[in-house]
């Protein structure tokens, strides 16, 4: 009887999606910076950035390495609205107009930082972003784009886990 029950319970458990698997990730390290990646991303070299992974829907998912700026603690929702807005419609020849979601001033590992996540249209497909900068040793822009709508939580659960140190010093947390 005992075991009848077991096996019946675990049937309604698997049909009501209670055992439902967590998304995977894959740590993504390098001088002074990691992050969790979600699983379906493979990189590539793209000339300009750290580093680049993309998936098969177009989603992306990149980092940029700047030298540090002291004009970092000015950036505000409406200037990064603008500056993207601009540079989106200067690359792909229409109108882009940006609807915030978010803009949040949150600490990462101990640097300035901000969170501004935000959504458009480009060429008739939905588009949403959410952008990290960190102002450390240098200045790091991670750029996460969901082009399906699939990742941008996955995508928030990565930002909230970005680390950093001094550049060329192993990531608090890091077990190489």
Known sequence: MKKTLCFILLAILVMTGCS?????????????????????????????????????DGSCVNLNIQPADEAFLQVTADRLRQVLAQ????????????TDDSFTVTPISGRASYQ???????????????VVGVNA????????????????????????AIRLNEQGQEPAGSSQ
Request: proline share 5%.
């Open 87 to 98: 540079a989106l419609s200067q690359a792909y020849g229409e109108d882009v107009v940006i």
């Open 20 to 56: 439902k698997e967590e998304p995977q990730s894959t740590l993504v390290s390098g001088p002074g910076y990691e992050f969790p990646l979600p699983d379906g991303f493979e990189e590539m070299e793209l000339e300009g950035y750290e580093c680049y992974y993309s998936a098969s």
């Open 116 to 130: 501004y996540a935000f959504s458009y249209e480009l060429q008739g497909r939905a588009v949403r972003q959410l």
């Open 137 to 160: 040793d240098q200045c790091y822009t991670f750029t996460y784009t969901d082009m399906s709508g699939d990742w941008i939580e996955q995508f928030r659960e990565s930002a909230k």
